[in-house]
């Protein structure tokens, strides 16, 4: 069974552009989390998609935004990219039924602002 | 909100030393605990759960970890450490599915 995948594996961006991330689930798996991931904020969830609708959300500005395909496949998007984005960005994934439903992560995407 | 504090940002041991990396958490309602694994460059592993019953949980590599809920506590432990096991460790729970809340992270550095 193959596992979570994330494209690209890295990424270096400027500063206003902007950049879309992909996320491949676990064949079968209906929720994909995204997570970023610093030296200085450790680990903070950004949203969770389940069967194409976003379910939860974290405390995030909105030039962060997600979307979720029938297939499952998800994409983050950051918009006007600042030095504070440099980050890794952690793709999860699970079945998304009920609310003890282990997560799979990806390698992530590790994106650079410059 | 709920909150995870991992009490030791590093920890160093000698291999074959048994270790302890704490973790505490404050939550209003029920919550699952986890433990996650980081080597560099890689994505978080699992390494165990607690979602209800026996308050023991064990993993396949030797940790093992305990559910206190009097103590909020959900401490990791290995008897004996191997160089291999040196990696950063997350503690995290959620009471909401998958919006997992993590904690600060343990950098775990077995010396020879």
């Known amino acids: 069974k193959a596992g979570v995948t994330q494209t690209p594996r890295y990424l270096i961006k400027t500063r206003g552009q902007q950049v879309t991330l992909s996320c491949s689930p676990i064949s079968g798996h209906r929720s994909v989390s995204w997570y970023q991931q610093t030296p200085g904020q450790g680990l903070q969830f950004l949203f969770e998609?389940?069967?194409?609708?976003?379910?939860n959300k974290g405390n995030f500005p909105g030039r962060f935004s997600g979307r979720q395909f029938s297939n499952s496949r998800s994409e983050m998007n950051v918009s006007t990219l600042e030095l504070g984005d440099s980050a890794l960005y952690l793709c999860a994934s699970s079945s998304g039924q009920g609310r003890n439903t282990e997560a799979f992560f990806g390698q992530g995407t590790r994106l650079t602002v410059v | 909100a709920q909150s995870v504090t991992q009490l030791d940002s590093q920890v160093p041991v000698f291999e074959e030393a048994p270790v302890e990396l704490r973790c505490n958490y404050s939550?209003?309602?029920?919550?699952?605990l986890f433990w996650y694994v980081q080597y560099p460059n890689q994505g978080l592993q699992l390494l165990l759960k607690?979602?209800?019953?026996?308050?023991l949980v064990e993993s396949i590599n030797g940790f093992e970890a305990e559910f206190n809920k009097s103590q909020t506590s959900f401490h990791l432990r290995k008897p004996s450490v191997h160089i291999s096991d040196t990696a950063e460790y997350f503690c995290?729970?959620?009471?909401?599915?998958?919006?997992?809340?993590f904690g600060g992270g343990t950098r775990l550095m077995v010396k020879p």
């Open positions: 607690y979602l209800s019953g026996s308050t």
């Open positions: 939550s209003s309602v029920s919550v699952y």
């Open positions: 995290a729970a959620t009471n909401a599915g998958n919006m997992l809340t």
């Open positions: 998609y389940f069967s194409e609708t976003q379910r």
